[in-house]
């Protein structure tokens, strides 16, 4: 097992940033890690992602959602080919600090046989995506 996290705190209400994050469909607007986003933001619900790694790789995956609480928890569960080989359990939590400032975490647990392998690699860029479209979403918020 492994997990990254990224927070960064944003000057806009919760119920913005859950706007801008529930919007799959304007990703590529604005989004440098998850280039594209298909599917509705319901629970058992699955969706079709493209993530670039920055200075690596795109990968497409298919997650699952488990919990969409708005304006507060995004989570879903995604496998590398087959479960239990390579999976991706990750949050987004939405904690407001002020009426019109929020921190937004980003926050994956990695779990299978193939962790030990591609862990730290994966982790690494996972843990640099989070950060730049932390960065982005604070930059299109707050500009």
Request: charged content about 25%; overall charge neutral; glycine content about 10%.
């Amino acid at each position: 097992m492994q997990s990254i996290r990224s927070e960064i705190d944003i000057d806009a209400p919760a119920a913005r940033v859950w706007d801008l994050l529930a919007d799959v469909a304007a990703y590529p607007d604005w989004n440098p890690f998850i280039r594209r986003a298909e599917g509705i933001l319901a629970e058992g619900e699955q969706l079709r992602l493209v993530l670039q790694i920055p200075d690596g790789m795109r990968m497409k995956i298919r997650p699952r959602l488990i919990t969409v609480v708005e304006p507060v928890e995004i989570r879903w569960i995604g496998h590398l080919m087959v479960p239990g080989l390579f999976d991706g359990d990750h949050r987004f939590v939405l904690t407001p600090l002020e009426p019109a400032r929020t921190r937004l975490v980003q926050e994956e647990t990695f779990r299978g046989a193939l962790v030990p392998v591609f862990g730290g690699w994966i982790g690494a860029g996972a843990r640099r995506g989070f950060a730049a479209m932390n960065r982005a979403a604070k930059a299109r918020l707050e500009g």
